[in-house]
């Protein structure tokens, strides 16, 4: 069983609507990342949260600490919205490194 | 800041052949490390430093190499090429610290015949 999982594997939505991509993750971690892949593209680093809520933009992700769990909503779905999603975590065994585990990434279409 | 380049953008070897990827980052992090992305799979680590001089072993280590000269450069060797080893390979790199973000690269498409 893989440390991070991830849920949906794949999204298709309708351009407007509200949506949100899980993570679960089955080790203790000192931070929990998203990043965005854009098809053929690099990644990009969304948020890193350890705790609570952040929002960026049209963008909102959320951490359960105690029940190992972090979701991602995009409001106002846009066709540009569409990548994949991936969440990954930083193991608190991972020392002094920035070792990260990475879930297998949720692809979202977003269609006009 | 050009933040972190990768050369080559793609690569065709033939196996047994071996060659270097490149990564550099413009941001004086200590932090770098190498991942390979498969179908189907989240991304693995293959190695990292944490500073110059200073190297480790990740998840799938075998068959590449690495070295830290520079805090700025870390190339990754592959030292008789494989099929197993066609991927898209990904720099990155980041400050110390489990708060800190990390920067990626734009990736190197690897196929091996």
């Known amino acids: 069983k893989n440390e991070v999982e991830q849920s949906p594997q794949n999204l298709t939505a309708q351009e407007g609507e509200f949506i949100t991509i899980n993570c679960s993750y089955s080790?203790?971690?000192?931070?929990l990342h998203w990043l965005q892949q854009h098809p053929g593209g690099g990644i990009v680093s969304l948020f890193m949260?350890?705790?609570g809520k952040k929002k960026h933009g049209r963008l909102i992700a959320t951490i359960n600490i105690q029940e190992k769990h972090s979701s991602l909503h995009i409001t106002a779905s846009h066709p540009r919205d569409s990548a994949v999603y991936i969440c990954?975590?930083?193991?608190?065994?991972?020392?002094?490194?920035?070792?990260?585990?990475f879930g297998t990434g949720t692809l979202l279409a977003v269609q006009p | 800041n050009a933040g972190v380049t990768q050369t080559p953008k793609f690569q065709v070897l033939k196996t047994g052949q071996s060659m270097t990827l490149q990564c550099a980052q413009d941001?004086?992090?200590?932090?770098m490390s190498w991942y390979r992305q498969d179908p189907g799979m989240g991304l693995r680590l293959i190695h990292y430093?944490?500073?110059?001089?200073?190297?480790d072993q990740g998840e799938v280590p075998n068959g590449y190499n690495v070295s830290r000269s520079t805090t700025e450069d870390f190339p990754l060797r592959l030292l008789s090429a494989a099929p197993s080893q066609t991927s898209v390979y990904f720099c990155?790199?980041?400050?110390?610290?489990?708060?800190?973000?990390?920067?990626f690269g734009p990736g190197t498409r690897l196929l091996v015949l």
């Open positions: 080790v203790g971690i000192s931070a």
């Open positions: 990155a790199s980041g400050s110390r610290g489990y708060q800190e973000t990390q920067y």
């Open positions: 949260l350890s705790s």
């Open positions: 990954a975590v930083r193991p608190d065994y991972g020392g002094a490194t920035n070792k990260l585990i």
């Open positions: 430093s944490v500073g110059a001089g200073i190297t």
């Open positions: 941001m004086n992090h200590e932090y």
